[in-house]
T-cell receptor, first 113, second 114 residues
Framework: DGGITQSPKYLFRKEGQNVTLSCEQN?????MYWYRQDPGQGLRLIYY???????QKGDIAEGYSVSREKKESFPLTVTSAQKNPTAFYLC????????????FGQGTRLTVV | AQTVTQSQPEMSVQEAETVTLSCTYD???????LFWYKQPPSRQMILVIR??????QNATENRFSVNFQKAAKSFSLKISDSQLGDTAMYFC???????????FGTGTRLKVLA
């Protein structure tokens, strides 16, 4: 079945450690996105990538980094520079055609203690 | 700046009744699409309905319909015959042809009461 897989579903890390969230898609989509979801703040765009080896900062990129070495994969690293990393993270993908929706993974809940 | 505003953080509706969720947006682009997504307690995002900005006709999908007012940059969602399974967070979003990025609002938490 085609879809987007985020792993792990729950992730715990100690403060000051970098952590990488995985996102893989087998939908052959060109574009991929990372969003952060906090209560009362909706989905905020962290980074997005329209093609392999290219990505752009979203609205809240500080403290995060990404790579897009393969079409299927768009990992997100939460660095120690991110001041409030505890959140729910959603990965999405889409084809680069305007009338199509973004498809989402099931999310990763990151808790930093 | 491109923004989406959902002014109703929480709403409730009786089962079988009709409810309307509000959304306004701001963009200088002329070519864009609008979307409503549902996020149930499982937190999986599900597309509810989409609207093409250049079409005046409002989109409908079974019990879900939109009221699209382009000049006012308004895009409300109407849910008819509400069901318990409609209980979820609802997010309004748009995507423009310039950047192909999806901008979301803060969401409306809808509770359908038995």
């Amino acid at each position: 079945d085609g879809g987007i897989t985020q792993s792990p579903k729950y992730l715990f890390r100690k403060e000051g450690q970098n952590v990488t969230l995985s996102c893989e898609q087998n939908l052959n989509h060109d574009a991929m996105y990372w969003y952060r979801q906090d209560p009362g703040q909706g989905l905020r765009l962290i980074y997005y990538s329209q093609i392999v080896n290219d990505f752009q900062k979203g609205d809240i990129a500080e403290g995060y980094s990404v790579s897009r070495e393969k079409k299927e994969s768009f990992p997100l690293t939460v660095t120690s520079a991110q001041k409030n990393p505890t959140a729910f993270y959603l990965c999405a993908s889409s084809i680069r055609v305007l009338n199509t929706e973004a498809f989402f993974g099931q999310g990763t809940r990151l808790t930093v203690v | 700046a491109q923004t989406v505003t959902q002014s109703q953080p929480e709403m409730s509706v009786q089962e079988a009744e009709t409810v309307t969720l509000s959304c306004t947006y701001d963009t200088s682009e002329n070519n864009y699409y609008l979307f409503w997504y549902k996020q149930p307690p499982s937190r999986q995002m599900i597309l509810v309905i989409r609207q093409e900005a250049y079409k005046q006709q409002n989109a409908t999908e079974n019990r879900f319909s939109v009221n699209f007012q382009k000049a006012a940059k308004s895009f409300s969602l109407k849910i008819s015959d509400s069901q318990l399974g409609d209980t979820a967070m609802y997010f309004c979003a748009f995507c423009t042809s310039g950047t192909y990025k999806y901008i979301f609002g803060t969401g409306t938490r809808l509770k359908v009461l038995a």
